[in-house]
């Protein structure tokens, strides 16, 4: 296949995100349920290599349990890290679910920052984290790139690599801005019903004409 010049990928892109939008629409949505800003933090950081849904299902008692920043900066390593058991990854999550929460009310009066700086100098706050809460919280275009949007973007042809830093910054180079947190929604719905990473259904795509990989 001859190399896509600069112009006509930006022209696929365009129509990529055209039909995005038809389907998906343009509204703002979060999977991960929460009332305020450091809940969907905490639901971000225990959403790491599990899904939102079962995220769901262990924060729907667990807010309740602790209702306020200061009851997770006190509460107890070991009881913390079994009520979130089931997220996986138990021991690392409770610990910087518990720093993160005294670190915000120790530095930031209790507020989550927007500042991609200080949000990932809070305890397990990565870049994938930091821009959930920019997008979602503070309306900051922002590009989420989890695992869906990694591989998803590289089968598209839009992105050539693993790094999940330099995917984000070759999305923001090509996307435009109005649609870089509604990359991540709709690319995570695209990923979980139709182009799965176990069986991609290219036929029932309606992406398939703009994708490279559809067509091998």
Not at 42 to 62: G, H, P, W
Not at 91 to 120: F, H, Q, W
Request: aromatic letters at 8%; a negative charge; proline letters at 4%.
């Amino acid at each position: 296949m001859a190399r896509e010049s600069r112009k006509k990928k930006e022209e696929r892109i365009g129509l990529i995100l055209e039909a995005l939008d038809r389907e998906y629409g343009t509204d703002f949505r979060c999977y991960l349920d929460h009332e305020n800003a450091y809940q969907l933090l905490f639901s971000t950081i225990m959403s790491a290599q599990c899904t939102d849904a079962r995220v769901n299902m262990v924060t729907k008692t667990l807010y309740k349990k602790y209702p306020t920043l200061e009851a997770f900066a006190e509460a107890d390593l070991e009881e913390l890290k079994r009520d979130i058991y089931q997220t996986g990854f138990y021991n690392n999550k409770a610990k910087n679910i518990i720093a993160c929460a005294r670190m915000l009310l120790e530095r930031y009066g209790g507020e989550v920052p927007s500042d991609i700086d200080e949000l990932t100098s809070l305890p397990g706050v990565g870049r994938k984290t930091a821009n959930v809460i920019r997008g979602n919280i503070y309306g900051i275009p922002s590009i989420v790139v989890d695992t869906h949007v990694k591989r998803i973007s590289r089968k598209l042809g839009i992105t050539d690599t693993d790094d999940p830093v330099k995917a984000e910054f070759e999305l923001m180079e090509l996307l435009p801005e109005d649609h870089w947190i509604l990359w991540n929604i709709d690319i995570i719905t695209l990923g979980r019903t139709i182009c799965t990473a176990q069986k991609p259904d290219c036929e029932s795509c309606f992406l398939r004409e703009y994708c490279p990989s559809a067509k091998k």
